[in-house]
């Protein structure tokens, strides 16, 4: 019982912070009294250190306690992350992409993320102050384009006058964006459109266009909800893969039926 009387303390004081937290971070909507008496059992049930395993790997091994407090897309190092959902961003983590050009309807720490990963990267965004902030930032492989009107933004594609392996909306003007990334993208290249659950008539269009959508929904940087970062796919689409890629809180094991 003092274990409960302990976890219920815990809760009211989260619950007090969380409450101006709210003001900062997008949220759905609070737990009801019920829903907190749900989790109470569970964590009564269960005891507390699973409860606290799963704060522990999301919060800290993710990074995402860090990025909240600092309201940026980075990883558990301080390392920039792409603002997209942890499952889209550990697939990322698995292909090569040394070889890759990447093109970007939007600049952020998903640019500095593939500068550090891609050959070369080409950025538009149309918040002057923003696009300063990365252009502070930039490596020589990453050039941040400043386009301001929506004719100018969307047209900085086609004006590139080549084909790209990756496009990434994550911009403004999404779905004149999606018409512009299907002309421009590579035979053998994918599209990734975040906040693909905000924008369906977008994912529709891609999907008209013969692409394969592939959903990664969940948690990600800052955020304490869940959306989705869809990759969509030519049905030629080549991406070497990485060695075996470490799990983040998972258990390292090779099982042996596996050889």
Known sequence: MARMSGLQSLVRQVSRKWSGLKRKLFYPRDLHPGQVTELLEHARQSGPSQLLHLIHLIEELQGHRGSANKQQSIDAAGAPLPWFTYPAIAYLGQIDLRDKMVFEFGAGHSSLYFARRAKQVLTVDNDSSWQARIVSQAP???????????????????????TWDIIVIDGRWRRRCADAAVQALSQTGMIVLDNADWYPNTAQTLRTADLLQVDFTGLGPVNYYQWTTSFFLRRGTQFNRLNHQHVIGGLDEKRTDDS
Not at 143 to 160: D, F, G, I, M, S
């Open 140 to 162: 020589p492989n990453l050039h941040v384009l400043l386009r301001t009107t929506e004719k100018a933004y969307v047209q900085t594609l086609a004006e590139t006058g080549q």
